[in-house]
């Protein structure tokens, strides 16, 4: 403001009278101030807009792992459809690690972004980072209770019981679950879905069964191999694997084909998500696909309609998208 | 800064003046205002600290398809890199749509980004798009000659080469390019390896064997199996194909598959890129590995230094980063 005030020969105060639209100037201050601005650009600083108008058009999406195919699938899928309706989403990428998000939160916050997609990669959101009251939603990680936000997430305890249930069905009864080490609401409903199955025909479930592996990286066979070695060393049964993702499943595949292990005739894998990789590896994974379309669509829509305020109620929905059953070569 | 001057009973040239440090203001005034700014959490506001600055520490990057593996690594790989020199970056998908591109690099103008990373969906880079000079990296696509800007790319032509030169090697006589209906510089650059190849060994190459497939989506057996159909109803004489991506090939594989003819027995098939898929297909894919951690390690490091000012000559590169064979089930 202090340049255009120079360069039109007016004050400050003025300048920002006539930029605000607001307060007295005469019709000819008016021109030379918007000649100047014009002249210069200083019009298309959509910086100085936001700061004026608080409406920014654009929107905000945190994601854990850019590279996780379900991921950059839902953040496309988002972005696709709120640009058709005119905001422009920037993305930010945040490895799982909470620095990163709270840097990223605080970046988008003072961009003046109107509203925002979550996805934490925390095991518990800290949603005291939000310190604009925009609307957000978050997809697959509960956040704990707090006004102008939603959750949009698929029916991970069903999605383990239906795995569970058609290793069962399968004439499975030593199954293991396979899982990562970390503790997010998403994988622990896996989990409890597992137990229920389990509870359910057998009448017991088992925590040794639960097997954990530190697995930080897309594809880590030894780890995995690791793991399936130890079970069969100590002469356990086991029949069956429900792993928490595709990824750990197809780990579990080519670690017992190097055990001299048949799956699915000695072992059946059950995975999680429906990636792209578990209907072209061979054998192809038996798996619950998570119905990504449906979560874009819910997630947008609320979003949307929350940012133009047609409907901000919608924000307190928990929506739950079903998951389904893909029965292939693995089972 | 109005509403700062109005809290702090000072004028908002005085206001101007303290933000900027710059002129004449008493101890008390300073103080005055500084309060206000720190009550009022305007100090927060990394928006007016940019239009003060011009330097906002973060950089964008325009990306044609979030869901594209080779573009979801390279993105994430520079962000992280940059993140730990304390950038941060902001993603914008565009879909390979020229309006989107124009809007994103207008939106991350706005938003004062120091530098940008460039991949463009275009056959041809619009570089008046760039309307601030900053620093800014090409991956893939060529611009056309403008200051403070870079390129990074594959060795485009001699993976092409390559690709040949080993279907050649491994007895194929006809062979043919299975390509997409677009006409960037890296697929152009692809193709005339392959000739190269073909006219070295051959002494010749015909325009008839390059087939453009209409193909949008990650995967459309359809339109593959369609093409490849023709080549066999017309009895011509097929043996090899080089698909120019890693999903074209695999569309071949299954198309092949399909009207019985064996691979790798029958006709031989080289991918590109070394996607992950490529590995655990089945049959796994002989293709063209670019070393996606050169291209990451070599783009960050070009607009690092960029942009803290320590080299600006390094803008004038054009780095071509060195392809591999990597030799699977399909050759």
Redesign the interface.
């Known amino acids: ?2 340049k255009i005030a120079e360069l039109s020969g007016v ?3 003025t300048v ?1 009278r006539v930029i ?1 639209d607001n307060g007295r100037f005469s019709e000819e201050t008016r021109k030379k101030v918007l000649d100047v601005i014009d002249k210069y ?1 200083y019009k ?8 004026r108008m608080s409406k920014s058009h ?1 929107i905000g999406i945190i994601v854990p ?3 996780n ?1 379900f991921f ?2 839902i ?2 899928g988002i ?2 459809n709120l ?1 058709e309706k005119g905001f ?6 945040t ?1 799982k690690n909470k620095e ?1 998000e709270k ?2 939160i ?2 988008l916050d ?3 972004v109107d509203g925002l997609v979550y996805i934490s990669g925390q095991e518990e959101i800290d949603d005291s980072l939000l310190s604009r009251d925009i609307p957000t939603i978050c997809i697959d990680r509960r956040p704990r209770i707090k006004k102008n936000l939603a959750m949009v997430e698929s029916d991970h305890l069903e999605g383990g019981y239906l795995a569970t249930k058609h290793l069962l069905e399968r004439g499975c009864e030593n199954i293991y679950v396979l899982t990562k080490q970390n503790n997010i609401s998403s994988v622990n409903d896996r989990i409890k879905g597992y137990k229920e199955a389990m509870e359910e025909t057998l009448h017991y479930s088992n925590e040794d069964l639960i097997i954990k592996v530190a697995n930080d990286f ?2 880590n066979i030894e780890i995995t191999r690791k793991a399936i070695n130890t079970i069969i060393k100590d002469n356990k049964k086991i029949d069956g694997i429900f792993a928490t993702n595709d990824w750990l499943a ?1 780990n579990a595949v080519m670690a017992l084909n190097d055990l001299n292990i048949n799956v699915p005739n000695d072992v059946k894998v059950v995975g999680f998500d429906d990636d ?2 578990a209907k ?3 054998p192809s994974l038996t798996t619950i696909r998570q119905d990504v379309n449906s979560i874009i669509e819910e997630a947008s829509d609320i979003l949307y309609k929350s940012l133009i305020g047609e409907s901000t109620s919608l924000l307190d929905n928990h929506v739950v998208i079903p998951v389904s059953l893909v029965t292939r070569e693995t089972t």
């Not at 422009?88 to 990428?93: D, E, H, K, R, V």
Request: aromatic share 10%; hydrophobic share 30%.
């Open positions: 403001m202090q004050s400050i105060a920002s605000n650009q298309t600083n959509a910086v100085a807009k936001t700061l654009t792992d850019i590279g195919e950059s699938t953040v496309h972005e696709s640009f422009s989403t920037f993305i930010c990428n490895d990163k840097s990223y605080k970046s003072s961009k003046m897309k594809f197809l792209t990789i072209y590896c061979k």
